[in-house]
């Protein structure tokens, strides 16, 4: 069956640019989680949605930052006046649920975001 | 606050070898662990799921250990492949059992030569 799918890629944009970024979960999934990866580093949480709900957004860097999932499936994370250190891979994950044996989160291939 | 080591030195092993990584934490006592792959360009991949009231676990040429009094989780890869070839990464949950916030290592790099 299909996987996580996130999209763009890669994204490459200028300094102040707003970006979208987004990921399709697996159907089904009701748990979504988005990461951000610098290189050498493991994924770092940003926020987590149970349905349509953000559950946990503590990770989110500052107000430049805002994710949503309107109808509980596809997420959009958002980056407003984008800076150089934003630069990083962008990571989406969902699983079944979070508790027990639905917690595997199963990842994506991540968008590529480099900030110029 | 929450903390998790891997052996930030990549290793370099012969293939046939058994690889074993190491990942340390401190500050918590989470009800689980879990480890990763990940090749280069590609997003993590889960591997294995081990418990704190499990010693041990195995999946095929996977080995996963941990050890909740030394805090502390090694992963064993027997029979070693040039395909086994990649980053592997640990996760903890923050909150006690459950799901959802994940913390992660930085990672070791494994390479297998022929």
């Known amino acids: 069956g299909a996987g996580v799918s996130q999209t763009p890629s890669n994204k490459v944009t200028e300094k102040g640019k707003y970006v979208e970024l987004r990921c399709d979960p697996i159907s089904g999934h009701t748990a979504l989680y988005w990461y951000r990866q610098s290189l050498g580093q493991g994924p770092e949480f940003l926020i987590y949605f149970q349905g349509t709900g953000a559950a946990d957004d503590s990770g989110l860097p500052n107000d430049r930052f805002f994710a949503v999932r309107p109808e509980g499936s596809v997420s959009t994370l958002k980056i407003q006046r984008t800076e150089r250190g934003d630069s990083a891979v962008y990571l989406c994950?969902?699983?079944?649920?979070?508790?027990?044996?639905?917690?595997?989160?199963?990842f994506g291939p991540g968008t590529r975001l480099l900030v110029l | 606050s929450q903390k998790i080591e891997q052996n930030s030195e990549a290793l370099n092993i012969q293939e046939g070898k058994t690889a074993t990584l190491t990942c340390n934490y401190t500050n918590y006592s989470p009800a689980y662990l879990q480890w990763y792959r990940q090749d280069p360009g590609r997003g993590p991949v889960f591997l294995l799921l081990?418990?704190?009231?499990?010693k041990e676990k195995r999946k095929e040429r996977l080995k996963v250990t941990f050890d909740t009094t030394l805090k502390q989780s090694l992963f064993h890869i027997t029979a070693s492949q040039p395909a086994d070839s990649a980053t592997y990464l640990c996760?903890?949950?923050?909150?006690?059992?459950?799901?959802?916030?994940?913390?992660f290592g930085q990672g070791t790099e494994l390479s297998v030569k022929p």
């Open positions: 994950a969902s699983s079944l649920g979070t508790s027990g044996s639905k917690e595997t989160q199963y």
């Open positions: 081990i418990r704190e009231n499990e």
């Open positions: 996760a903890l949950p923050l909150l006690y059992n459950q799901g959802g916030k994940l913390i």
